[in-house]
């Protein structure tokens, strides 16, 4: 991990009252850009060739001579090759010039690798580093090592494909496709084997990643991605937020639900077994009744974050869930750093936070809230690592 003198150091240079809110563009970076506008901070996107449009061009800001935003949210893009080319010393050394707090999502992990975000990505991240690897499932402190720290419930694991008896899902990487899902379900030994071994006909799995697959019992009931946040500078009132839920639509597993069982039957070969590839989000809310206990899996996480990652979380998070039959929550993932469903919350914030700050508020506001306090206070240093 980057001695964090060396990220302070960095900080020390800035010149926080012109200080810039960055992200990856891609992912979640629209919110992020969206609520750091409405807060008064420009924005750059950092893109990769060939996919910077959204960025350039469709949400370009377009400010009025006072300054203020007209239409937009990206001030600025700064063009790559490739996203990893962000780790550059100097790509670093010119966003550290434009004071830059940068915002990790999922994206910029996924692009950049893991190794490079830890030890050699000197800027002030906003968010909690040294639980940005949590995210990656066999890892030896991966976030399923932590959920049983906290006490938290997640879903039966299946240790052998051998063991399966009752509908299971399959979880492992896309043979193509290596940042998306190549996940199927089976409810028996048996199936297991007719699935994976048309899936690696297909191409769609590899078999040798099956061997480092994590397999668990299927949760039948809806999915809750809950949005929440930690204040680490609150000191009066409640550090832990509920910003907002949503749910994912998934290619091609939703289109296939939606065909009657008998159209199901009559599918080609290539089209019976469905993909898990997110495509897209909604928003959701839950019945009043179980919002106390999604706080208390939030509590729980928090507090095992801090004993088993210091400082712990820093700002948003996604406990990703299940509920069953009997109103019982199961995490079966978790994103230590702003969700990638927070968009639909983009501008017209969600009803819990807006509730909340009697503001619209998304992730994104809530999270360039946090860092104009901590510019505002001079405590940035509580909320970067």
Known sequence: MIDRKKVLAVLEKYDLEEAKVGVLGSHSALDVCDGATEEGFKTIAVCQEGRDLTYSKYFKAHRNIDGSVRRGVVDEVLLLKKFKDIMDPKVMEKLAKESVLFVPNRSFTSYCGMDAVENDFALPLVGSRNLLRSEDRGGERDYYWLLEKAGLPFPR???????????????????????????????????????????????VIEEGDLKGARMEEYVIGPVFNLD?????????????????????????????????????????????????????????????????????????YVKATQEHFPPGIIGPFCLQTCVDK?????????????????????????????????????????LAMEIRRAVVEGRVEEIVT
């Open 157 to 203: 694991k299946v240790s052998d494909p051998e063991e399966i008896n009752s509908l299971t899902i399959v979880k492992l990487h896309h043979a193509k496709k290596k940042l998306e899902r190549g996940f199927f379900t089976a409810s028996s030994f048996k199936e297991y084997n007719e699935k994976s071994g048309k899936l690696i006909a297909q191409g």
């Open 228 to 300: 929440f946040f930690y204040s680490p500078l609150e000191r009066s009132d409640e550090r832990i937020e509920l910003i907002g839920i949503d749910w994912r639509f998934e290619s091609s597993l939703d289109g296939y639900v939606r065909l009657p069982a008998a159209q199901q039957m009559t599918l080609a070969e290539n089209q019976v077994i469905p993909e898990y590839t997110v495509c897209g989000h909604n928003s959701a809310t839950l019945r009043e009744s179980l919002l106390e206990d999604a706080f208390r899996l939030a509590e729980k």
């Open 326 to 366: 009997d109103l019982k929550f199961h995490i079966y993932d978790v994103a230590p750093r702003i969700g990638g469903g927070t968009n639909v919350h983009v501008a017209v914030g969600h009803p819990y936070g807006n509730a909340l700050w009697r503001s619209n508020t998304s992730t994104g506001k809530r």
